[in-house]
């Protein structure tokens, strides 16, 4: 980029969903190419395995405000991937489950709640707080007419397929905590819409200068990699079925 003495006009900061590593690309890969016919530079930031606090408060902070600084003026929008980490993976799901849900009725049942440390809602109201700080952030220092792109994930299947080894995010979780097989995957959508839900309060709270890339029922079993990551193809579709039409409506399509 400085090489061709190229400015940056949109902002990445991701986690795995854009940052993917193997073939097939990432979610923010099949949005450039959504975008390849528009003149948009991308600057990128983040890694797998980020969480929402690591943009605001932890490790990428300070690459985020140095971009922010040094290119704030020249950008028309600001893409954010976050969160998902926040509850995938054994020591953030586990906690968030009952100690025996084998006679929960309902997946919301499976869930503690409440306001203290390991319940759902104290944990996705943190999460919130982590994109305000961050979205404020941004605000403070672009022109009046960029916007900050966040987005939902999709429902993930809870079906023990890791990455690499046996490793895997939400089943182990799940199993531990005695969820019954056939409430599994509505847990995993239960805390997808609950996230989703702090995201679409953002929009209303910043009257418009977030959008909310909904990718929530597009992707079907034959479309997941593993249990957090679609293939290719499949983020291929999220971006051009729900990314392109909110990047035509934002005008930078």
């Not at 593993?226 to 051009?240: D, V």
């Amino acid at each position: 980029m400085l090489t061709d003495g190229a400015v940056p006009s949109i902002l990445a900061i991701g986690d795995s969903w854009f940052w993917y590593p193997l073939p097939g690309g990432s979610l923010a890969s099949s949005i450039a190419r959504v975008m390849q016919a528009s003149p948009h530079v991308t600057l990128a930031f983040g890694n797998n395995g980020a969480e929402a606090f690591d943009y605001v408060h932890g490790v990428y902070a300070p690459l985020v405000d140095g971009a922010l600084t040094r290119y704030g003026a020249t950008l028309s929008a600001v893409f954010v991937s976050g969160g998902g980490n926040d509850f995938a993976g054994f020591n953030d799901l586990r906690p968030l489950l009952g100690l025996d849900c084998t006679g929960s009725p309902s997946e919301d049942a499976c869930f503690n709640h409440g306001v203290a440390p390991g319940c759902v809602e104290a944990l996705f109201d943190g999460v919130k707080q982590h994109y305000v700080d961050l979205v404020d952030r941004v605000l403070a220092v672009v022109p009046a007419t960029s916007r900050v792109f966040v987005h939902s994930y999709d429902y993930a299947i809870p079906s023990g397929v890791a990455v690499i080894g046996s490793r895997a995010w939400l089943k182990p979780a799940l199993v531990a905590a005695r969820v019954p097989p056939a409430l599994r995957a509505g847990c995993v959508r239960y805390l997808i819409d609950q996230f989703s839900l702090r995201l679409a309060d953002l929009v209303t709270v910043y009257g418009g200068r977030v959008v909310f890339v909904d990718s929530r029922g597009t992707l079907g079993p034959a479309d997941w990699a593993n249990e957090l990551h679609p293939k290719g193809s499949g983020f291929n579709k999220i971006a051009r079925q729900r990314w392109k039409p909110a990047l035509e409506a934002a005008g930078l399509l």
